[in-house]
């Protein structure tokens, strides 16, 4: 799975749109191998980001969770925390 994408699912505030759609960016870029498409392929890029983004949005709003929503920011320290050990720095403050 691409580094980038972050989870999404089950945090307060949920997800954002722009979110979704970063997320979708990302998951095209990785199954297609361009960072930016050429002119000849822009439409399909495009395209293919905004049926992700559909079906991600989908997805987010139909799954369900007994679990408490997550925080982001404790999400974040935590995985900062996790880069730390496997990399060896020290985790900022």
């Known amino acids: 799975m691409c580094r980038n994408i972050k989870t999404l699912f ?3 505030p949920p997800a954002t749109d722009e979110e979704i759609r970063a997320a979708s960016l990302q ?3 990785k199954l297609s191998g361009f960072n ?3 002119k000849a392929n822009e439409a399909a890029f495009q395209a293919a980001i ?3 983004f559909a079906a991600g949005h989908r997805l987010l709003g139909s799954l369900e969770t007994q679990a408490a ?3 982001r920011d404790t999400e974040a ?3 900062r925390a996790r880069s730390a050990q496997r990399f060896g720095v020290r985790a900022p403050a």
């Open 10 to 12: 089950n945090f307060e």
């Open 27 to 29: 998951f095209v870029r």
């Open 36 to 38: 930016a498409p050429s």
């Open 50 to 52: 905004e049926e992700v």
């Open 69 to 71: 929503p997550r925080d």
């Open 77 to 79: 320290q935590k995985a």
